[in-house]
């Protein structure tokens, strides 16, 4: 017997009438509260032109210019016979041959691209993020396996440092860790940011890691004993790799929700996507443009994490 598979596009194109109506809808609200979108205003917080001021350094004149392409080459000669050489923009020059020049004389700028305020917080949030993830996943794993050590010391204080980070706000955390701890050990706020969303994270892996490695049944640990390797030996090679393929999806939603927890170090003053977002509004007056902007980067980073996890999943899963 043939079964014909179902024609999958009718859904699809509900799926895209769904998300037109969407934008629709929030294009008719804004229209309601009078809202003037204005994009233009964006792009010079992604990257912008700077300029570079070029000063006289003392007392002089201007003794020659030389343009070479879009640059000019000013060349001063002050009062003892010192020689200031400075390449400017051409058409920023200020001065002529021969004239007199004063110290601190504005001769001309040069202009570079530069990163703007969004483009910084998204480097400052993936920094953090992978580093507070690298570690939450270390404190994680030690005190997921802590959670079933035999050992009544490291088993209860695994369990203490567990609920006690879950049943706290992060919030509240990050602030006792800044302003506690930080002031005691002298701790940078970067510093002190990271630590506290590493530990928040690594409680939750402890968790999750506990949960995978309790769902191995527990012959396989038995058969590698019976093997010849030791306790320690037969978690790393035979019940950890089965338990990882398990725990996958939840530690990648973990991973993703860390993304979107590092807005809430803002706090102790670091200057990440959420706080330059909120930065760059108070300077554009276009609220909903940079929100949406910001929302759009925070996705622009979870969305590949998401699919990496979602593609080693697969590929796990085929060679079991």
Same mark, same amino acid.
């Given at each position: 017997?043939?079964?014909?598979?179902?024609?999958?596009?009718?859904?699809?194109?509900?799926?895209?009438?769904? $998300?037109i109506g969407l934008a629709?809808?929030?294009?008719?609200?804004?229209?309601?509260?009078?809202? &003037?979108?204005?994009?233009?205003?964006? =792009?010079?917080?992604?990257?912008?032109?700077?300029?570079?001021?070029?000063?006289?350094?003392? /007392?002089?004149?201007?003794?020659?210019?030389?343009?070479?392409?879009?640059?000019?080459?000013?060349?001063?000669?002050?009062?003892?016979?010192?020689?200031?050489?400075?390449?400017?923009?051409?058409?920023? $020059?200020?001065? @002529?041959?021969?004239?007199?020049?004063? &110290?601190?004389?504005?001769?001309?700028?040069?202009?570079?691209?530069?990163?703007?305020? +969004?483009?910084?917080?998204?480097?400052?949030? !993936?920094?953090?993020? $992978?580093?507070?993830?690298?570690?939450?996943?270390?404190?994680?794993?030690?005190?997921?396996?802590?959670?079933?050590?035999?050992?009544?010391?490291?088993?209860?204080?695994?369990?203490?440092?567990?609920?006690? !980070?879950?049943?706290?706000?992060?919030?509240?955390?990050?602030?006792?860790? /800044?302003?506690?701890?930080?002031?005691?050990?002298?701790?940078?706020?970067?510093?002190?940011?990271? @630590?506290?969303?590493?530990?928040?994270?690594?409680?939750?892996?402890?968790?999750?890691?506990?949960?995978?490695?309790?769902?191995?049944?527990?012959?396989?640990? &038995?058969?590698?004993?019976?093997?010849?390797?030791?306790?320690?030996?037969?978690?790393?090679? !035979?019940?950890?790799?089965?338990?990882?393929?398990?725990?996958?999806?939840?530690?990648?939603?973990?991973?993703?929700? +860390?993304?979107?927890?590092?807005? +809430?170090?803002?706090?102790?003053?670091?200057? &990440? $996507?959420?706080? *330059?977002?909120?930065?760059?509004?108070?300077?554009?007056?276009?609220?909903?443009?940079?929100?949406?902007?910001?929302?759009?980067?925070?996705?622009l980073i979870n969305l =590949?994490? *998401?699919?990496?996890?979602?593609?080693?999943?697969?590929?796990?899963?085929?060679?079991?």
């Amino acid at each position: 017997m043939i079964k014909h598979k179902k024609a999958q596009w009718p859904w699809h194109g509900l799926t895209a009438l769904v $998300l037109i109506g969407l934008a629709c809808s929030l294009y008719f609200a804004t229209s309601m509260i009078s809202y &003037e979108w204005r994009w233009n205003r964006v =792009p010079q917080y992604f990257a912008y032109h700077a300029e570079e001021a070029h000063r006289a350094a003392g /007392y002089g004149k201007v003794e020659a210019i030389t343009r070479q392409g879009d640059l000019a080459s000013v060349t001063l000669r002050d009062e003892d016979g010192g020689e200031q050489v400075l390449e400017v923009d051409h058409d920023s $020059l200020q001065l @002529a041959k021969g004239d007199d020049v004063a &110290e601190g004389d504005l001769i001309g700028v040069t202009r570079h691209w530069a990163a703007g305020p +969004l483009a910084w917080g998204l480097w400052t949030t !993936v920094w953090i993020s $992978l580093a507070s993830g690298v570690l939450g996943l270390l404190i994680g794993l030690v005190a997921g396996l802590c959670r079933l050590s035999n050992n009544p010391t490291l088993r209860d204080l695994s369990t203490v440092y567990v609920e006690l !980070v879950r049943g706290t706000p992060l919030l509240v955390q990050i602030f006792i860790f /800044y302003f506690f701890i930080g002031t005691v050990l002298n701790l940078s706020r970067e510093f002190a940011g990271v @630590a506290a969303l590493a530990l928040f994270t690594g409680a939750y892996v402890a968790e999750i890691v506990r949960a995978g490695v309790q769902s191995i049944a527990r012959g396989q640990g &038995e058969a590698a004993r019976s093997l010849g390797l030791s306790a320690g030996q037969s978690m790393r090679h !035979v019940v950890l790799p089965q338990a990882f393929k398990r725990v996958l999806p939840p530690l990648a939603g973990q991973f993703i929700s +860390l993304v979107k927890d590092t807005s +809430l170090v803002s706090v102790i003053a670091i200057t &990440e $996507l959420t706080k *330059s977002g909120r930065e760059a509004i108070t300077t554009s007056f276009s609220t909903f443009e940079i929100w949406f902007c910001v929302a759009g980067l925070y996705l622009l980073i979870n969305l =590949p994490l *998401s699919h990496f996890a979602s593609r080693l999943e697969r590929r796990l899963a085929q060679s079991d």
